[in-house]
């Protein structure tokens, strides 16, 4: 039991290490799950692939997840699929013919009592039936797009007066269709975004981000100067303070007299719920939040040298320069010598190199 056990650094007391590491986690996903929603409203997908990878690894890692942890898995998973909404060549489930869009109606449907406005459900819902089929076009791919349009009469609860629109555009192939441009993808993540608000609304997530501002906050509140002047101050001789702690203290820029937080609370605060809920089936638990696959693009060419160069053949034209520069500033000077004479984008230490063949060949 002792290697389960840890003191509480505020109230002396032990306390389970278990259930510590289960509410710091739940303070961790929740703070990423906060991270990834604000990267989601500023579109940034760099930022949001890195920080979706650390909190798939935090959650999946979970082996029983609470029910408000479960709901966020399953956001983030409709969140990773709209923003590779228009990359086609990402894949989140086997079939490589089902679209990020595609995919995102099957997790929103698992989202359907999670929105409690009916309106928004539908009119989202309307949206990823339209995109999908809108981003197929856009990007030029006709035929995918009327797949993924018989994949939707198939597949899903397409209703018969959106069908008949969405046919009538795909064999127009027109891009520009009403239907397309009132109901664009700017509209869908606008409405996703909607929902992130009522759904951060009943569930903040933001306990540890307060905590991080409060401590920010009081370091800019601060006066340096009078963090200095007391941090100088010789201890009285009755003081309880001891030189190594107004040490440290002046070695971190902190305050010894006050406290951020109170020591007097015994129990730490537990983000809705830290106790183990019974883990309901869900049918986002065997999806992937993250891709599946993609095609990275290669990058594009740079104008800057090769680390490995290919040899050149050096000419008699080239010597003759470098040998000019030698004469003209000296040995040792072969930027100068670069700079003067071209030498078909070498470097000075070529020059230097040739010039030691040079002279071990006797030619100079």
């Known amino acids: 039991m002792e290697n389960q056990a840890v003191i509480s650094s505020t109230t002396g007391a032990k306390v389970n290490i278990c259930e510590v590491e289960s509410v710091a986690k739940s303070w961790m996903i929740d703070f990423s799950f906060l991270t990834l929603c604000r990267y989601y409203r500023e ?110 009469e198939k597949e899903s609860d397409l209703p018969e007066k959106l069908q008949r629109k969405l046919s009538t555009v795909v064999s127009k192939k027109d891009v520009y269709d009403q239907l397309l441009t009132r109901f664009s993808f700017n509209h869908l993540l606008k409405s996703v975004n909607s929902f992130l608000d009522a759904f951060l609304e009943k569930h903040p997530s933001d306990f540890l981000f307060k905590a991080a501002s409060k401590v920010v906050q009081v370091r800019q509140e601060r006066p340096e100067q009078a963090d200095v002047d007391q941090n100088n101050e010789d201890p009285e001789p009755d003081s309880p303070v001891k030189p190594e702690t107004n040490a440290l203290s002046s070695e971190l820029n902190l305050r010894p007299k006050k406290k951020l937080f109170s020591t007097k609370t015994v129990h730490p605060w537990k983000p809705e719920s830290t106790k183990k809920l019974p883990c309901l089936p869900h049918r986002t638990a065997k999806l992937k939040v993250s891709r599946r696959s993609c095609k990275v693009p290669s990058p594009p060419q740079q104008n800057t040298i090769s680390k490995y160069r290919t040899k050149k053949k050096w000419l008699s034209e080239e010597d003759q320069h470098l040998k000019a520069g030698v004469k003209k500033h000296g040995e040792g000077k072969w930027s100068k010598i670069l700079e003067e004479f071209d030498f078909r984008d070498r470097t000075s230490v070529m020059l230097k190199d040739r010039w030691r063949t040079l002279k071990k060949h006797g030619k100079v």
Not at 100 to 106: D, E, G, K, T, W
Request: with cysteine; aromatic share 8%; proline share 1%.
């Open 43 to 152: 579109q940034n997908a760099e930022k949001f692939s890195k920080t979706l990878k650390v909190f798939e690894a935090m959650i999946d890692d979970e082996y029983q997840l609470q029910d408000n942890q479960q709901t966020k898995r399953t956001i983030c998973c409709l969140l990773s699929r709209i923003m590779d909404g228009k990359n086609l060549d990402a894949h989140y489930d086997l079939n490589n013919k089902v679209t990020p869009l595609m995919s995102a109606l099957s997790v929103w449907d698992c989202l359907k009592d999670t929105a409690n406005d009916a309106a928004l459900y539908d009119k989202i819902k309307n949206l990823l039936f339209i995109q999908c089929v809108g981003v197929c076009l856009e990007k030029g791919n006709a035929q995918l797009a009327a797949h993924t349009l018989q994949w939707l």
